[in-house]
């Protein structure tokens, strides 16, 4: 069993998240999308931390999900209140910084 | 083909299939639900890679915690709400595709590159501290506590974060009971209305319940299907 | 004592021109003043000059330092010996009589202050030429004259034909300026000093190349300032000034600054027979020239300055004979000086009877009207064709000598030229004077006030007088002898033969002139279909089509393609450049559509390009 395996998934995984990002207009789901390329990170750091024979990957990966923990509270806040204004969850719509 | 690779395979392809659910689907919720699934097939994954706290810790706040708030907010949104999948920027699609190929290729060039590393292994670190959780503690307390500080004040923060953006003004006082009951007696309908259902005389949403002297009560109905008395029951499409 | 020739004219001119039209009721008066005491400080300066022997006549006045730069050393110095005394007497004597003759002449002017000032300084200006003692500071007072003749010529400014005729003589003057530059550089890298004495001590030790190319130089200076072959055509345009401004400059003085030149540099033209020989074609190309233009020129001022031109062209002949002909040359320029100036200051006599009209055709039978001017321009007239014993005859009769003692051709170039000079003069004088009156309407010619009648009585006597005087009394040969050399006399032809020969030929030609002109009536307007000749002598020899199409069109062209590349190539590369960024930074901006997910899509392209690096780097 190569170990390298999860590193290709946790790769895999990102470029899916990344697609998603790039291509759904819904608030919600590009933010799923950002979740999904935290997870693979998180992934890649606990195989590298079995890999290596140290904890040091999981302590890391231990902080990644606090922080993206962080961070889904404050931008789903944001996106609490751009709805209550625009009536509208499209990441389109907020282009106002066009040429 | 031990019992690792044959995990490790189904739940891969699973989490995949996960991951490719949350960028197709039409609807939000659907989307949720397939990240959720493929966050639960993740945390099988970190028990297989000997992290057992990091598995746990990804249900119980990742799924548990972080995807409901997602699915609260989607609520808040409009659960119906469903995207149309047309493309509305000029080649965004294409490049996007490109983009991801080619990152996914690099990656996956570059991990492959490498000669396959040999597995130290876990499993004498976990038995050095006397467990996986005493581990990882040793290590969050001792020597990542300057990271651990910083963020727990990273946490406080988003909180206060979320309730300054969540909040609504509050531009009239807020009514009194003494005030709520006299506006009820001035205007007439000092009970509250029978909930839905009470009075019903068929299963549709647009009946109107009938008065006791027979004739239909259009306060029952809810106020998109309120109709002037005078004219007949109508529809009103809001 | 010596700058006080030069200093009165000048202050004169710039007391009036400073002085504004505050200075305009006594300007004229004022300029003639300044003016005739400068002719009266030449007199007493030629009376000292007489009083010495030969050998010390010639008194060299040094004023100051002027150009002081390592080996190139020019004092601001004058030179006052018996050719510039001669020239002296003639600039402010006959210049004299031409500012009292403006005074009544420009009466009706508005600028006349104006006027004298120009003159002032063109006095000065001309006075500074000849009394230079180097040729740097002779190429001062050459410009100074190029300047007043420019102002003078288009003293009329608003008249578009004026300016344009003074733009002209300034430009084909520059054109000669060239040559006298590089005849002044030539001269200190050769010689390695531009003093008139220097040049002539040293003349002999240089190359003779190098002394071939200063002689054509100056030579092409001359050409410039007195409007010889090739750069004759700005003297008939100049008849736009005033008259009296065409009799002093362009008949008596200024246009004599030429034949000056080569007369002063004799030390180069001695030495370089290639030089000398291409003097005496040039002189002789344009006495012809000039006598073929004057002969179909209906405008009175116009026939006399093509006269004037085939004078010069005498005068240029006769100094390029070498040291035979120098004192012929200047005795000819000192004659001329005084016959021709009469003849303008008559021309412009009878333009003021009849309303500034130029056109001869509307003259006729003006002898019984302006008996003092028919007078006086029949004097002139008689001396500028070479009846004895008018001026004329002892002078041209002289330079005819010399020529055929050089060379057959040369000599009946000039003798040709003699004739052709008695035709357009006889024809000039009987349309003039002769015949039936073709006055135009309104138009009651009278004669001119004595301010303009005295100075042209004086000048008639000159004319009458002047040539035996200085033949005979003065004995100009030795006079000039100490300064010019001397010239051998065995190559002159006898003169028992051809003074009756040329007087046959003079005769030929005005006879001919007055059975076509005054016998017939004279057509009030100019007959169209003429021959070829007379068509090509009304152009002026095509000399203004030749310039324009050798010169004028190419440059223009030039120019014109130029300003094009200028416009499109050079403007256009810079607008150029400056579009394309515009372009550029106007399709990069759409870069910034307002869409995140654009903006993130350049962000996984950024990420894609560190990780391509890394691998490239890792690999």
Not at chain 1, 65 to 93: C, H, N, P, Q
Not at chain 2, 4 to 21: D, N, P
Not at chain 3, 398 to 422: C, K, M
Not at chain 3, 570 to 587: E, N, Y
């Amino acid at each position: 069993m190569n170990p390298n395996n999860y590193l290709v998934l946790a790769g895999i995984l990102f470029t899916i998240g990344a697609f998603g990002v790039l291509v759904r207009r819904n608030a919600i789901i590009v933010f799923m999308s950002v979740e999904m390329m935290l997870n693979a990170a998180n992934l890649a750091f606990a195989a590298a931390s079995r890999i290596t024979g140290t904890l040091d990957g999981q302590v890391v990966a231990f902080f990644v999900m606090v922080v993206a923990a962080a961070e889904v509270v404050v931008g789903l806040a944001i996106i609490v209140t751009i709805f209550r204004t625009r009536r509208s969850a499209s990441i389109d719509e907020a282009n106002l910084l066009k040429y | 083909m031990n019992g690792e690779s044959v995990v490790f395979w189904v739940t891969a392809i699973f989490s995949v299939v996960g991951a490719l659910g949350l960028v197709v689907s039409r609807k939000a919720v659907h989307s949720a639900l397939w990240v959720a699934f493929a966050m639960v097939n993740l945390a099988i994954l970190y028990f297989m890679l000997e992290a057992p706290f990091l598995a746990t810790t990804q249900i119980v706040v990742y799924t548990g915690a972080v995807m409901m708030l997602f699915l609260f907010v989607l609520m808040i949104v409009g659960v119906d709400s469903s995207d149309s999948l047309i493309e509305t920027i000029k080649g965004q699609r294409a490049i996007a595709i490109v983009l991801g190929l080619a990152f996914g290729v690099l990656i996956i060039v570059g991990i492959t590159a490498t000669a396959s590393p040999t597995v130290i292994g876990l499993v004498n670190e976990n038995i050095g501290y006397g467990g996986n959780v005493q581990g990882l503690a040793h290590l969050i307390f001792g020597r990542y506590l300057l990271a651990f500080e910083a963020t727990s004040a990273l946490l406080i923060t988003a909180v206060l974060g979320a309730m300054v953006l969540a909040h609504r003004e509050r531009w009239a006082p807020r009514k009194t009971q003494s005030e709520l009951s006299r506006e009820r007696t001035r205007s007439g309908q000092v009970t509250p209305l029978p909930n839905p259902g009470v009075l019903a005389r068929s299963n549709s949403v647009d009946t109107p319940a009938l008065l006791p002297d027979g004739t239909p009560a259009q306060a029952s109905l809810p106020t998109q299907f309120q109709s002037n008395p005078d004219d007949g029951v109508k529809e009103v499409t809001s | 004592m010596t700058a006080a020739l030069i200093g009165l004219p000048l202050l004169g001119a710039t007391v009036l021109l400073i002085g504004g039209r505050r200075t305009n009721t006594w300007g004229h008066l004022f300029a003639v003043t300044m003016s005739a005491s400068a002719f009266f400080v030449g007199l007493g300066t030629f009376v000292s000059m007489l009083g010495r022997p030969a050998e010390e006549r010639a008194v060299n006045q040094h004023l100051f330092d002027w150009i002081n730069v390592g080996s190139f050393q020019v004092p601001f110095a004058l030179h006052i010996d018996q050719l510039s005394m001669a020239f002296v007497l003639l600039i402010t004597g006959v210049g004299t009589l031409i500012h009292i003759y403006s005074i009544g002449y420009m009466e009706h002017d508005a600028n006349r202050r104006k006027f004298f000032a120009y003159l002032n300084l063109f006095i000065a200006a001309m006075l500074l030429l000849v009394l230079a003692d180097n040729y740097f500071l002779l190429y001062v007072g050459w410009e100074g004259v190029g300047l007043a003749s420019y102002l003078l010529i288009s003293f009329w400014q608003h008249k578009p034909s004026a300016a344009v005729a003074g733009k002209k003589a300034f430009v084909v003057n520059r054109v000669g300026d060239v040559g006298l530059s590089l005849a002044v550089m030539l001269m200190f890298t050769t010689f390695g000093t531009v003093t008139f004495d220097g040049v002539a001590a040293s003349a002999g030790k240089a190359s003779s190349t190098s002394v071939t190319w200063i002689g054509l130089a100056l030579l092409l200076a001359a050409c410039g300032k007195s409007a010889q072959f090739p750069l004759q055509s700005w003297l008939l345009d100049a008849m736009e000034g005033p008259t009296p401004v065409s009799a002093l400059i362009h008949a008596a003085t200024m246009v004599t600054a030429g034949v000056y030149l080569i007369t002063r540099a004799h030390a180069i033209f001695d030495l370089s027979s290639t030089a000398r020989t291409a003097v005496v074609v040039i002189g002789a190309i344009t006495l012809l020239l000039g006598a073929f233009i004057g002969t179909a020129k209906d405008d009175i001022k116009k026939g006399l300055a093509g006269s004037t031109m085939s004078q010069i062209g005498y005068m240029i002949l006769a100094a390029g004979l070498g040291p035979v002909g120098y004192a012929f040359a200047i005795f000819h320029l000192l004659t001329h000086g005084m016959f021709k100036a009469g003849l303008f200051l008559g021309a412009g006599s009878v333009m003021h009877g009849v309303h500034d009209d130029v056109n001869m055709r509307h003259y006729g039978a003006l002898r019984n009207v302006m008996k003092i001017t028919y007078a006086t321009f029949g004097l002139g007239f008689l001396a500028i064709i070479g009846i004895p014993p008018f001026a004329g005859f002892w002078s041209k009769d002289e330079i005819i000598s010399a020529a055929f003692g050089q060379n057959f051709i040369v000599g009946l170039a000039t003798l040709i030229g003699a004739g052709v000079t008695a035709f357009y003069m006889t024809r000039m004088m009987t349309m003039t004077f002769f015949g039936e009156a073709r006055w135009q309407d309104d138009v009651h010619p009278h004669e001119s006030p004595s301010t303009m009648t005295v100075p042209m009585i004086v000048l008639a006597v000159g004319s009458v007088f002047g040539g035996m005087a200085l033949k005979f009394i003065g004995n100009i040969d030795a006079w000039l002898e100490p300064v010019v050399g001397h010239g051998d006399p065995a190559k002159e032809v006898s003169n028992t033969v051809l003074i009756p020969v040329t007087l046959g030929v003079v005769l030929l030609g005005a006879g001919y002139a007055w059975f076509k002109y005054g016998r017939r009536p004279v057509p009030l307007v100019a007959p169209s279909n003429v021959r070829l000749l007379t068509r090509a002598a009304r152009a002026d020899a095509y000399g203004d089509a030749l310039n324009e199409a050798i010169f004028m069109r190419p440059g223009q062209y030039l120019t014109r393609s130029l300003v094009w590349f200028d416009s499109k190539a050079v403007d256009g590369s810079i607008v150029g450049l400056a579009s394309v960024i515009a372009g550029v930074s106007s399709q990069g901006r759409k870069l910034q559509n307002g869409f995140a997910r654009s903006y993130a899509a350049t962000m996984l392209g950024g990420a894609v390009l560190i990780a391509v690096i890394l691998l490239l780097v890792r690999l």
